[in-house]
């Protein structure tokens, strides 16, 4: 069965960096894009970046542009989001998903697998 | 940059159809999906592509679009269906979700 889990969370001060990490299973990684996605505390969902099957084009939010960097392993099945310059306003559960339709020819996408989430705290 | 509006709280009473709206320019020429996130929960997919239910998903939740306006339908609201709904979109390389709406089921 399909699984998506994230790690890496914790708590940083202001300025600091975290790397968060998605371990995929149970499908082809390579096959899909991916995406990270986050709920801060008493807001929505709000999308944070996505990545083609090769790694090779990734998109982000305004909002993390310049400051976040996604990657990916298709041969460890693995996600990633390096986050540097974090903001209070970062904290939030940051949630890897899987796009069924997404492709670089064709743009749409949903998200048809989440993972439990990773908590990130921002704060002094 | 697009944007879509969702109401912050439906209510409906228990047994009857909710309808969560999600509202933005010629959004009938889009795809709009949908999700609900229960506390603590990861979100989960409940129609994706305007109206197409994911295996497991109940046939009570449908979905609409036309317009300037998605819809989704809860059919028979029962007290699990009471937490918060989210459409989505794609344009222009982004992803954009709705603010979220917090169904009440009374």
């Known amino acids: 069965q399909v699984q998506l889990v994230e790690s890496g969370g914790g708590l940083v001060k202001p300025g600091g960096s975290l790397r968060l990490s998605c371990a995929a299973s149970g499908f082809t990684f390579s096959d899909y894009y991916m995406s990270w996605i986050r709920r801060a505390p008493g807001k929505g969902l709000e999308w944070i970046s996505d990545i083609n099957f090769g790694g090779t084009t990734i998109n982000y939010a305004d909002s993390v542009k310049g400051r976040f960097t996604m990657s990916r392993d298709n041969a460890k099945n693995s996600l990633y989001l390096q986050m540097n310059s974090l903001r209070v306003e970062d904290t939030a559960v940051y949630y890897c998903?899987?796009?069924?339709?997404?492709?670089?020819?064709?743009?749409?996408?949903?998200?048809?697998?989440w993972g439990q989430g990773t908590l990130v705290t921002v704060s002094s | 940059s697009y944007e879509v509006t969702q109401p912050l709280s439906v209510s409906v009473a228990l047994g009857q159809t909710a309808r969560i709206t999600c509202g933005g320019y010629?959004?009938?020429?889009?795809?709009v999906h949908w999700y609900q996130q229960k506390p603590g929960q990861a979100p989960v997919l409940v129609i994706f592509r305007d109206s197409n239910r994911p295996s497991g998903i109940p046939e009570r939740f449908s979905g609409s679009n036309s317009g300037n306006t998605a819809t989704l339908i809860i059919s028979g609201a029962q007290g699990g269906d009471e937490t918060d709904y989210y459409c989505?979109?794609?344009?222009?390389?982004?992803?954009?979700f709705g603010g979220g709406t917090k169904l009440t089921v009374l």
């Open positions: 010629n959004i009938g020429d889009k795809n």
């Open positions: 989505q979109l794609w344009d222009s390389s982004t992803v954009i």
């Open positions: 998903a899987r796009d069924p339709e997404r492709t670089d020819d064709y743009g749409d996408s949903w998200f048809d697998y």
